[in-house]
């Protein structure tokens, strides 16, 4: 069976007025989430579908959320419109089995600061410098067909200290132009989820056109997809065995 993933944006800069939205649509004049999922429609193993926030229920609806195995999460400015009950519904799900990936700004999203338990706040500075990525943990399988590192050559500038748990694995840092560094691709589970936290993706560069940020996003669905046939915890609902959740 295919992996069922869904591409999350907030949708709004896209569509907003002004000089810098204008730009924003010129590099993506379908929306970020389909500059993202028609990449992964390549991959015949995938099954890619989009939602937004201005969807009923942010297209995150319970018997949506059933049916995705990973979801790639992007947002930036609109991270208190999402509501809180849709937030522990994914919540939920990841402890379920479900992948989660927060890209860019999902550091400050509702869905990832709830399952971190932290602020996920950062230092940034947005001049359009230079950003070199490098790995730190060669042979993971996020890191497939990418070399030692790699540059984006204007991006926004993320630093230390960069508020999350102490991750499962770190696997790339950046360093910018002002001497900044910060980790820019980390691993956590979550309950029965992996969720992956990778920081390249400012609305107003090209960024997701770059080949080695698409990959990478790419191999972390597969990575993070729920494992065929594992078992479900216990107060989790499974109906072979009668479990529920009693909250």
């Known amino acids: 069976m295919p992996i069922r993933v869904t591409v999350w944006n907030e949708f709004r800069h896209e569509k907003a007025k002004g000089e810098k939205y204008d730009l924003v649509r010129s590099i993506y004049p379908k929306g970020i989430h389909e500059a993202i999922?028609?990449?992964?429609?390549?991959?015949?193993?995938?099954?890619v579908k989009t939602?937004?926030?201005d969807q009923p229920e942010h297209g995150m609806a319970e018997k949506v959320l059933k049916n995705i195995?990973?979801?790639?999460?992007w947002g930036h400015g609109h991270h208190?419109?999402?509501?809180?009950?849709?937030?522990?519904?994914i919540q939920k799900r990841?402890?379920?089995?479900?992948?989660?990936?927060?890209?860019?700004s999902g550091h400050a999203s509702k869905p990832f600061t709830r399952l971190m338990g932290t602020s996920g706040r950062l230092k940034w500075r947005e001049v359009g410098e230079r950003e070199i990525l490098w790995v730190t943990k060669p042979g993971h399988p996020i890191l497939a067909g990418i070399n030692d590192h790699f540059s984006l050559e204007h991006e926004e500038m993320y630093g230390e200290f960069f508020d999350v748990p102490e991750p499962m694995e770190t696997l790339l840092i950046s360093n910018f132009a002002g001497g900044e560094v910060f980790r820019s691709g980390m691993t956590w589970e979550r309950g029965q989820g992996k969720v992956f936290y990778f920081r390249p993706g400012h609305e107003t560069y090209p960024t997701y056109k770059d080949k080695n940020v698409l990959r990478i996003i790419e191999n972390a669905v597969k990575w993070c997809a729920p494992v065929e046939g594992g078992t479900v915890l216990p107060g989790f609902p499974n109906?072979?065995?009668?479990?529920?959740d009693e909250g």
């Open 37 to 47: 999922a028609s990449h992964l429609r390549k991959n015949k193993d995938l099954s």
């Open 51 to 53: 939602a937004w926030l």
């Open 69 to 73: 195995d990973v979801l790639v999460w």
């Open 80 to 89: 208190q419109a999402v509501s809180d009950e849709v937030v522990t519904r």
């Open 94 to 104: 990841v402890l379920e089995g479900m992948g989660f990936i927060a890209l860019h």
């Open 239 to 244: 109906p072979k065995l009668g479990w529920v």
